[in-house]
């Protein structure tokens, strides 16, 4: 790396073309940009704002040095103006709020003005996910609407809201900040005292929207039924505008979300300039992994060092990456190295995470602002609430997981109109390593559509409850909340949750019915980890993954450091741990078995066949095995006593016959790892098709299942009730199984590493796995499968009711064995498994 003679911040800035240039440099460098995509430069569209919009709001926003709206914005003004609910889906700081902050501040002024409405005639309600987006957004609306008087007043109503300002805030405010956790526990449940801030409540503002999705989004369009319903009450039909990040159909998801009908603005007629955007793979390095496989320079590693050469250069850029863990590694890597350059440089960045002060947050966009910080590694929840624009270049360590959410970390780069550079570094993965090999992948194609499903029953019932707290639910209300429901208020009826009288069904229970769910969907109590000597509170782990996690003997890692568990107390919910340093890591061994419940669907693959159906995963972490660190030789196995954790869930599963495996050269002996391999390879590729995450999802495969009588590779969703995405895997067969076999035959190992067929998670330990025979198996199962168009990634035709979601890695740190009888593994899926 050439640095001294490359400029420093003080002297300018290189284009981004030049950047990359430079990144690019020397022989082995070069050969790591697999792809470089120019994206065109655009120009700003301006618009006027509608008329209805009051001469006082429009002076506002031009005395915040806006003279003249983007025509987005004042698209969106204009349908809300109207009455009409809308989403405006554009992309990153293309100034969405201002779209509807525009028609919400001017109905807060039109209700001052309203006769005998006491200064309250118009309200607004405003959701974001998180508490610290409203509290940015109330201090941005307290600025906006400063010259417009007393009429608008924003206040933020929270979990962390003084007792003794709540009542102020039910009384007086007429902007209420809040979020759909608060709406669910606070808000609905105490509707009376809320009654005439909801009897005039006219906008419903939902904030960053495309972050409800999958089990989550379905939690909070059950949230927003109930709103309206109590709404309805009062004699109130909100109108809904929703922002969200760019998406496919956002029409059809905020529909989906709010229940009523959406327009959709989604021209962005922001100005941007040109974008390069690079795909980078990591080399090889001498190491070797699992069972010899030859291992990639991670992208934590490989994202530090190009932090470290674009600071160097002068060039502000941000680094996306995926945990927070690996986001302090890529600081703390960069400042080290920088520190050997001149001594100035490591001061200049920073690493980022959620859960910092708004203070702090402030201090951050200030720093990146004025270019006093140049270089920032953050995990992705920058995404939401902080405001930085002005940045050079982003550089994304691993595939964020949609093309949403790639496009919307990109669009972080490229200050007013000015060319950006973006790099996405592969991680060693197959579905990132089949990306950086495909760029059509992600330059050709649409991002994803936000899907959600509020049908899902697990997600339906405790809202019915909730509801019928809140108001004694009558038929006429079956409709709001879907086909499901008469269904199942007759089961709830008989489970003795709900009475059925003449005027309807009633909760007649003690206990809050709001506390049934949690609509983060976390599935039961996490387990707090607790340093035994001190009592300290290290952190929690969600229940779904504490028995491969913090089971008796493991090795726990916190904040970089290292704990061993003395004792997993299931009843209280507490993990008490050691610090200590021993030779080892520990990893869970489990077994997993799948009981086909229904087959609802099956599709002919010549003798193959493809089936989406109903299943239940049984799964217990059986032992652990110790292993030195680094070389990961297996020091011994311990045996464990814990119960089995049973999902019911929906899967996606296919069967080949004997003599398919005949024709395909396939011998006995290599079939268990051939399944094994394709199905660890058709789980890390799932995510390009189902906007899901590899760890919300698992699979097993059998080379004989009871239920098919058939080697079976199942793959199912790690939620229960499912959560989409095996579905959405059943619709996309095709497409999904050739670009699984495409991953594994264009791999450049010889039998088999993580970029392929080894899986993370494998219950397994990746043990048999044969990448040869897989390729041959799938080219079997696949050279029958049905013509029809040729499905990309994400635009296969959509079922009606689909779901889908990211939940976020659930740290399940899979365990693993085979079960009991050596018929194939297990990789258990989800962070979030629920039903005991
Ligand atoms: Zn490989
Ligand atoms: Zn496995």
């Given at each position: 790396m050439a640095q001294d003679h490359l400029p420093q911040s003080a002297h300018g800035r290189p284009s981004p073309r030049t950047a990359l240039e430079r990144l690019a440099t020397g022989a082995d460098r070069a050969a790591r940009i697999t792809h470089t995509e120019h994206l065109p430069p655009r120009v700003g569209r301006h618009a006027n704002w509608p008329e209805s919009i009051r001469p006082e709001v429009v002076a506002a926003i031009a005395a915040a040095g806006i003279d003249r709206p983007w025509e987005h914005q004042a698209r969106a003004a204009g349908h809300a103006a109207r009455g009409e609910s809308v989403v405006v889906a554009t992309g990153t700081a293309s100034g969405k709020s201002l779209g509807y902050l525009a028609p919400v501040l001017s109905a807060l002024l039109d209700g001052a003005d309203?006769?005998?409405?006491?200064?309250?005639?118009a309200t607004a309600l405003y959701l974001a996910p998180t508490k610290a987006l409203a509290a940015d957004q109330r201090r941005a609306v307290s600025a906006l609407a400063a010259p417009l008087g007393t009429a608008v007043r924003p206040a933020v109503y929270d979990g962390d809201t003084p007792v003794e300002e709540r009542e102020w805030v039910r009384q007086y405010a007429t902007y209420v900040l809040t979020n759909p956790d608060m709406l669910h526990r606070g808000i609905l449940p105490g509707h009376a005292r809320w009654s005439s801030f909801l009897r005039h409540l006219r906008y419903v503002v939902i904030d960053e929207c495309h972050t409800y999705r999958g089990v989550f989004g379905s939690h909070v369009a059950q949230v927003l039924r109930r709103l309206r319903r109590v709404c309805a009450r009062y004699g109130a039909e909100p109108v809904f505008l929703l922002a969200s990040a760019t998406a496919a159909d956002p029409a059809r998801a905020a529909g989906l979300l709010t229940g009523v009908q959406v327009a959709e603005v989604t021209d962005d007629a922001s100005p941007r300039g040109e974008l390069a955007f690079a795909l980078w793979e990591p080399p090889l390095t001498q190491l070797s992994g699992e069972h010899g496989a030859p291992v990639r320079r991670t992208a934590t590693a490989e994202a530090a060092e190009l932090l470290t050469d674009l600071v160097v250069q002068g060039v502000r850029t941000v680094a996306f990456v995926r945990s927070r863990r690996g986001a302090e590694l890529v600081a703390v890597i960069a400042q080290e190295r920088l520190a050997e350059t001149d001594a100035s440089l490591p001061a200049r960045v920073a690493a980022y995470r959620g859960g910092y002060l708004p203070e702090e947050r402030r201090a951050l966009e200030r720093d990146l602002h004025s270019g006093r910080l140049l270089g920032l590694a953050s995990t992705s929840a920058l995404e939401l609430g902080v405001d930085i624009s002005g940045l050079d270049a982003v550089l994304l360590a691993g595939y964020p997981g949609t093309r949403a959410s790639l496009w919307q970390q990109a669009g972080r780069a490229g200050r007013s109109g000015q060319g950006a550079l973006a790099v996405m570094v592969g991680r060693d993965d197959p579905l990132d390593t089949y990306l950086v090999h495909h760029p059509e992948a992600i330059f050709e194609q649409p991002v994803e559509s936000t899907v959600l499903d509020p049908d899902n029953p697990y997600v339906l019932a405790p809202h019915l409850c909730a509801a019928a707290a809140e108001l004694p639910l009558t038929e006429d209300d079956l409709d709001l909340f879907g086909p499901q429901a008469a269904d199942l208020l007759g089961q709830l009826e008989r489970r003795g949750l709900l009475r059925r009288r003449a005027t309807g069904w009633y909760w007649t229970r003690r206990e809050r019915a709001a506390d049934l769910t949690d609509i983060r969907g976390e599935g039961g109590k996490p387990v707090q980890v607790v340093e035994s000597a001190t009592g300290r509170l290290l952190g929690t782990v969600d229940a779904s993954s504490a028995h491969t996690a913090v089971h008796e003997g493991a090795v726990h890692l916190h904040q970089g450091r290292t704990y061993l568990v003395e004792q997993l107390d299931l009843d209280e919910n507490v993990a008490l741990v050691t610090r200590t340093d021993p030779p080892y890591s520990t990893m869970a061994r489990d077994t997993t078995a799948i009981r086909v419940l229904s087959a609802d669907v099956e599709e002919p693959w010549g003798e193959a066949r493809i089936h989406f159906g109903s299943v239940e995963v049984t799964h217990q972490v059986v032992s652990y095995l110790r292993r030195r660190l680094?070389?990961?030789?297996?020091l011994g196995e311990t045996k464990l006593d814990l119960p089995p954790r049973t999902l019911r869930t929906r899967a996606v599963w296919w069967t080949v016959t004997d003599a398919q495996l005949d024709a395909a050269g396939i011998h006995p002996e290599e079939l268990p790892g051939a399944l094994h391999a394709a199905e660890h390879a058709s789980i890390g590729l799932l995510p390009l098709f189902a906007t899901c995450d590899r760890w919300d999802i698992g699979g097993v495969s059998v080379p004989?299942?009871?239920?098919?009588?058939l080697p079976t590779v199942f793959v199912y969703d790690g939620h229960p009730g499912g959560a989409g995405f095996s579905e959405r895997a059943f619709h996309t067969a095709r497409a999904w199984l050739t670009a699984t076999r495409e991953a594994i035959a264009a791999c450049e190992c010889d039998f088999g590493c993580p970029s392929c067929v080894?899986?993370?998670?494998c219950g397994n330990g990746n043990d048999p796995l044969d990448k040869a025979a897989a390729v041959r198996l799938l080219t079997c199962l696949l050279s029958a499968a049905p013509d029809g168009p040729d499905a990309q990634p994400g635009d296969a035709p959509e079922p009606a009711g689909d779901a889908e979601g990211a939940a976020g890695p659930g740290g399940s740190q899979d365990g693993a064995a085979r079960p009991p009888g050596g018929t194939g593994g297990g990789e258990p899926g989800g962070g979030r498994r629920g039903v005991e």
């Open positions: 309203a006769p005998g409405a006491g200064g309250r005639g680094l070389t990961g030789e297996v004989l299942h009871a239920d098919t009588g080894q899986s993370p998670k």
